[in-house]
T-cell receptor, first 118, second 112 residues
Framework: GAGVSQSPRYKVAKRGQDVALRCDPI?????LFWYQQALGQGPEFLTY????????KSGLPSDRFFAERPEGSVSTLKIQRTQQEDSAVYLC????????????????FGQGTRLTVV | QKEVEQDPGPLSVPEGAIVSLNCTYS??????FMWYRQYSRKGPELLMY????GNKEDGRFTAQVDKSSKYISLFIRDSQPSDSATYLC????????????FGSGTRLLVRP
C-alpha cells in the first residue's frame, strides 16, 4: 500500500477484555515502531522491531502488552486484560533503514487505532 | 521534568500571520530534530528534519536548532487556515538511536 495502514481505526473494549491491534507497514521498510498517544500528549515509544527481531520493548507499560512481527512485515500489538488506563491512540510507524545506519530516514506514521476501555 | 517541553497552546492567530512554535529539551545527546504536524484523528506527518544546529527552510516553514540553548523552533510564514493542527516536536540521539522523544504538542488555530 501507499502508506502505513492500521486496523481497526477504533476499538471499544470492556475492562478485562483482550485486544489485538494490527499494523501493515510500508512494503520493504525494515524498522517498525509502536507508540502510545494519550489525549493531549505526544506519542510515547512502546517498542521497536528491525525486521522480525524485537530489539527494544522498554516502553511497554506492563507484561499485559505484547508485540510481534513474525515475518518481518505485519505487526500485531496485543493487550491482555485491558484496563481503563490503556485507553489511548496506538500509533504504528515504519522507516526504510534499520537502527545503526547513518540516515534512518523518515518514520512514516499510520492513522492510529483509538482504543477506549469501558 | 520531561525530557522535551512544549507549550500546549492553543495558539490562535489570524490568517497571514507568522507563527513561532518552540520546544526546549534537557538531553544534550539529542542530535536529530523533527517537527510533525498532526491533524485531528490522523497520524503525525513529518514537516521538517534537521541534524544538529542551524536553520533549514522549506517553503513557508523554517526550522531552527540552537543546541547551546537546547531550544528548537518552527516558524510558519503566511499562515493559512489549513495549517490549523497540532504541531509536535520530536528528537533523538545519534544514528544508532531510533527512539523518538516527542513534546506534548502545540495546538495551532489559524483564523480566516
Amino acid at each position: 500500500g501507499a502508506g502505513v495502514s492500521q486496523s481497526p481505526r477504533y476499538k471499544v473494549a470492556k475492562r478485562g477484555q483482550d485486544v489485538a491491534l494490527r499494523c501493515d507497514p510500508i512494503s520493504g521498510h525494515v524498522s517498525l515502531f509502536w507508540y502510545q498517544q494519550a489525549l493531549g500528549q505526544g506519542p510515547e515509544f512502546l517498542t521497536y522491531f528491525q525486521n522480525e527481531a524485537q530489539l527494544d520493548k522498554s516502553g511497554l507499560p506492563s507484561d499485559r502488552f505484547f508485540a510481534e512481527r513474525p515475518e518481518g512485515s505485519v505487526s500485531t500489538l496485543k493487550i491482555q486484560r485491558t484496563q481503563q488506563e490503556d485507553s489511548a491512540v496506538y500509533l504504528c510507524a515504519s522507516s526504510l533503514a534499520g537502527a545503526g545506519q547513518e540516515d534512518q530516514g523518515e518514520a512514516f506514521f499510520g492513522q492510529g487505532t483509538r482504543l477506549t476501555v469501558v | 521534568q520531561k525530557e522535551v517541553e512544549q507549550d500546549p497552546g492553543p495558539l490562535s492567530v489570524p490568517e497571514g500571520a507568522i507563527v513561532s512554535l518552540n520546544c526546549t529539551y534537557s538531553n544534550s545527546a539529542f542530535q536529530y530534530f523533527m517537527w510533525y504536524r498532526q491533524y485531528s484523528r490522523k497520524g503525525p506527518e513529518l514537516l521538517m528534519y534537521t541534524y544538529s544546529s542551524g536553520n533549514k527552510e522549506d517553503g513557508r516553514f523554517t526550522a531552527q536548532v540552537d543546541k547551546s540553548s537546547k531550544y528548537i523552533s518552527l516558524f510558519i510564514r503566511d499562515s493559512q487556515p489549513s495549517d490549523s493542527a497540532t504541531y509536535l516536536c520530536a528528537m533523538r540521539g545519534m544514528d544508532s538511536s531510533y527512539k523518538l522523544i516527542f513534546g506534548s504538542g502545540t495546538r495551532l488555530l489559524v483564523r480566516p
